[in-house]
């Protein structure tokens, strides 16, 4: 089995920029605010966030100086994946309010996405100094530690985030496969086992901890995982090749074998030299 099950990452690369975007009101020559729509009636309003931001851009050239309007346009940007544009307006903003934890967080977002993941953690680092406790920009800062491998760093925050909200599935989730990756097994249990008591029903968390168990050599238990992760995920291959796996070590040939074909037919690619040892073994 792999040494490294995929990191699990959050359901959207932003979670703070799913804000619906498409509730600004832009109105001429005056601030902007982010409101629910049935709270307003505009007819500058569109479905459409490229005639917001040409409004926006419209409304920036009158008053250039507007922290708000420069603000929702490097949101949008954000948004439409112009991130370099993003950036270059927190610039801006940046510099009329420095100390603006919002302002820094939203940088960090945009050097995240540019893959820049050491200045994105520069810009949440700000934002931690100014909110200490703000479970969202610790996650955020752990979760690239986590990109650049960086385990520790990445542990601190998360174990952080939980201590905050012990209600963080994301940050057990993670801490797990930090200590899976090395090799800290019987600690990635625990953190599984805790993101279980807040989702139950985690085909991916049921995998993961049979992963585990399977490199501690507990056959048995491991097979109980694969067998409830598949019976939350029945369609996922890899679910299949690992349970493959761990009946060929439980002598379980047939089994084993049956959850191979079933694994190639699911779409996860078995080499030949595999599916020779498992489903030809004699």
């Known amino acids: 089995m792999s040494d490294r099950n995929y990191i699990f990452k959050r359901q959207s690369t932003f979670i703070y920029k799913l804000i619906p975007l498409i509730s600004i009101i832009l109105i001429p020559l005056s601030s902007c605010s982010i409101e629910p729509t049935n709270k307003y009636q505009s007819d500058k309003l569109t479905n459409s966030l490229d005639d917001n931001l040409n409004l926006l851009n419209q409304n920036i050239e009158k008053l250039p100086e507007n922290k708000e309007q420069l603000f929702i346009r490097s949101r949008i940007n954000l948004y439409l994946e112009n991130y370099t544009k993003s950036i270059s307006d927190l610039n801006i903003v940046l510099k009329k309010d420095p100390r603006n934890k919002q302002y820094l967080f939203q940088k960090g977002l945009a050097y995240e996405e540019l893959g820049d993941y050491r200045r994105a953690i520069i810009e949440y680092s700000k934002a931690i100094l100014l909110d200490r406790n703000n479970e969202k920009y610790l996650f955020y800062r752990?979760?690239?530690?986590?990109?650049?491998?960086?385990?520790?760093?990445?542990?601190?925050?998360?174990?952080?985030?939980?201590?905050?909200?012990?209600?963080?599935?994301?940050?057990?989730?993670?801490?797990?496969?930090?200590?899976?990756?090395?090799?800290?097994?019987?600690?990635?249990?625990?953190?599984?086992?805790?993101?279980?008591?807040?989702?139950?029903?985690?085909?991916?968390?049921?995998?993961?901890?049979?992963?585990?168990?399977?490199?501690?050599?507990?056959?048995?238990?491991?097979?109980?995982?694969?067998?409830?992760?598949?019976?939350?995920?029945?369609?996922?291959?890899?679910?299949?090749?690992?349970?493959?796996?761990?009946?060929?070590?439980?002598?379980?040939?047939?089994?084993?074998?049956?959850?191979?074909?079933?694994?190639?037919?699911?779409?996860?690619?078995?080499?030949?030299?595999?599916?020779?040892?498992?489903?030809?073994?004699?």
């Open 142 to 282: 752990g979760d690239n530690y986590l990109r650049l491998n960086n385990y520790q760093m990445a542990l601190k925050d998360f174990k952080k985030v939980v201590k905050i909200n012990p209600k963080e599935f994301h940050s057990y989730y993670n801490m797990g496969q930090i200590y899976f990756i090395q090799k800290e097994f019987k600690q990635a249990i625990i953190a599984y086992v805790n993101a279980l008591k807040i989702r139950p029903n985690s085909a991916q968390v049921h995998n993961n901890k049979g992963v585990v168990n399977y490199h501690l050599g507990n056959y048995p238990e491991a097979n109980k995982n694969f067998n409830i992760a598949i019976k939350y995920s029945s369609n996922n291959g890899k679910f299949f090749y690992n349970r493959s796996k761990n009946n060929f070590k439980l002598n379980k040939l047939k089994n084993s074998c049956k959850d191979l074909k079933k694994s190639r037919l699911l779409g996860y690619e078995i080499t030949q030299n595999t599916y020779r040892k498992i489903c030809l073994y004699k």
